[in-house]
């Protein structure tokens, strides 16, 4: 089966990609000459999926997904959250946003955050939402040099590594896209 993930983004491809294996193929947006940003207008994380994927499953009529995905911090009443990706301004890029939340974060104690991913499936004109979450704290400052947005200063309960400091293997293997992936590769497979 083939599936088109609503992203330019290579990073989310790749994992996606990665996650899929051989159960189905996933391409990009560029698959399907799809070459403008879908705006992300909603108020939710469910929402922006949903908008995302159902503009590449009206324009191209093609089985697709689209995920959101947010970083919620307790201390900051959730934000984030939906505007993540933007957080630091329109034009910002990742590295505005961690100056931004580090900043915040200054001097506050409760450190406690958490990723979540709402994947929209389109499949055969029928949607489908998938969630994944994974908790964890944000570090006083980044370590790490791989991974992408937010992953040199989020560190997951359990492990004593961020995002960034970890192998895409095992990144993938708990992070909340890849949550969110599993379940909705599970629901695919049982089809």
Known sequence: MDLIFATHNRHKLQEAV??????????GLDHVGCTEDIPETGDTLVDNARIKAEYVHQKFNVNCFADDTGLEVEALNGRPGVYSARYAGEHCNPN????????????ITNRKACFKTVICLILNGQRYEFEGRVDGIILPERRGADGFGYDPVFMPDGYNVSF?????????????????MRKMMAFLQSL
């Open 96 to 107: 505005d946003n961690i100056i931004k939340l580090l900043g915040e974060l200054d001097g």
């Open 164 to 180: 960034a400091e970890m192998s895409e293997f095992d990144k993938n293997a708990i992070s909340h896209r890849g949550r969110a």
């Open 18 to 27: 990665a996650i899929a294996g051989a159960s189905c193929v996933v391409f």
